[in-house]
């Protein structure tokens, strides 16, 4: 009877222990956010803000110029863009001088060729070949002549800087989850520094636009990549303020790049300020330690406990060292009973096939409104730097709201009802609420992503879904178009788009309290009604 007893005891000692050593339990009794991610997350806020600069730095260096005609007759070195004698010599609409014609000057030898108006016929239009300019700004728009018919070539820079995207983040992905989320970082930032850099001395439209999409091939991997590594260092009750903090610094890099433009407005001397600095990516390879979950997943157990145990000195906290024994066990055996491949990325596509179709749908629908509401809404009006400053700052509500709905209400239908509030912001054209809503439900998806693909194929899986939706930055340029249909077309467009892919989210596993799926097994078993361990057990 005692050794009965006895047994029992042991028994769930053992079970004890083994709970003790789960990782999840091992970051709670270490410290799910002390000093050791806090000093970590301070160098993962660089990639987001560098990100910010890389991705949309383009509105500023192929940003059209305001100009004019430049009339020989009348326009003299000093003469300003505003002059009193341009009513006559140039039309108008709307109080918008013309900027590719102004009107004919009359040739006749009965006349005095002076700036009058009866030198000029306002029946009869010539093109312009020489601009005055309103601002001392200067982009390629200046340096390489893409005035009137050429304006075209301004917008292809976006196009390419979404190729680069298209390439770089699936391509990034896959090397991040194969050779570490930290590794790519400290490349991936450093050799975009080195393409913005060569791109602020190109000396032809070819170049500029090749170096444009070469930056985002290497740099569009930092935002994924960082957002992975910052919810993947902390415990899982801190998951959803990590995801919160990290992506705040993006929107806050739109800010800077605001002011940074505002003060630098030669498109060359801009890149070299903004590109410079991305240099110090290269330190990350030693000031910043590698995801643990990726450690683990790849059989790294050593190098993941040594972390751990750097992360419980730095938090001041003492864990036995049976717990780090107990898991690294654990996580070999987990690895050999799922008998996974390294790499599995082709069978996780065939596992969770519909899981990525779905996921896809979701991201194109909201990087086509992301991008189509900007476009299609109101444009304000006002000095464009401080418009730009504000559109970043005013997104950081939308990413702070997710906060506090996410565990209570749950992912799925978070991002649910944030769409929906998207669809009803857009019918009633009210711009500050459909962005507000299309950047909370942006900062939902994120983060629901991240959490229903395993450990090993994460980072590529969330990229691939990534990848699909930059087919709807790339549509969204195309639909003011549609307004030569009928009116409000874009706006149905983006609420049908926001209605059925919300209502298809509803069909997502949910992952609120529950741990991060390693295992392809862990992540199919999402979907069924498994007891899974709660975030809040220790």
Known sequence: MIDNELNEESEVRAKEIANESTLDAILVRIGEFGRFQLFNYVLLCLPMIFNAFQSISYVFTASSVVYRCNVTLCDSARSEYWEPWLNFTIPSSNSNFDQCHHYALIHSSDMQLKCSAENFNSSHLENCYDYKFRDHEYTIANEFNFFCSDEWKLTMAGTFNNIGQFIGIPLGGLLADKFGRRTMLAIGGFLSSIMGL?????????????????????????????????????????????????????????????????????????????????????????????????????????????????????????????????????????????????????????????????????????????????????????????????????????????????????????????????????????????????????????????EIFPTKVRNSLLSLCSMIGRFGSMLAPQTPLLVNYYEFSPQILFASFALVSGCLTLLFPETANKTLPTTMVEASQLSKNVNHRKCNDN
């Open 198 to 450: 060569i791109k602020s001395f190109a000396t032809n439209y070819s170049m500029f636009l090749t170096f444009e999409t070469f930056d985002m091939i290497v740099g569009s991997t930092l935002y994924p990549t960082a957002f992975l590594l910052a919810i993947e260092l902390v415990g899982p009750k801190r998951r959803v303020a990590a995801a919160t903090i990290i992506t705040m610094f993006y929107p806050l890099g739109e800010a800077l790049l605001g002011v940074f433009a505002k003060q630098f407005q030669n498109w060359r001397i801009l890149l070299r300020v903004l590109y410079a600095p991305a240099a110090l990516h290269i330190f990350l390879l030693t000031l910043l330690p590698e995801s643990i979950r990726w450690l683990l997943s790849q059989g790294k157990e050593g190098k993941a406990v040594a972390v751990l145990t750097e992360a419980a000195h730095v938090n001041g906290k003492f864990i036995p060292e049976l717990n780090f024994i107990n898991l690294m066990e654990s996580n070999k055996q987990k690895l050999e009973d799922n008998a996974e491949e390294i790499y599995p990325i082709k069978d996780a596509i065939k596992v969770f096939f519909w899981r990525i179709a779905n996921c896809s749908l979701c991201w194109f629908t909201h990087t086509l409104i992301a991008l189509g509401l900007s476009l299609t809404s109101v444009n304000l009006g006002g000095n464009k730097y401080n418009n730009f400053i504000w559109n970043g700052l005013i997104q950081i509500p939308g990413l702070i709201l997710p906060l506090f709905i996410m565990d209570s209400l749950g992912r799925r239908i978070s991002l649910f009802a944030s769409m929906l509030t998207y669809g009803e912001g857009v019918e009633l054209t009210l711009f500050l609420i459909g962005k507000f809503a299309i950047t909370c439900s942006f900062q939902i998806l994120y983060f629901f992503t991240s």
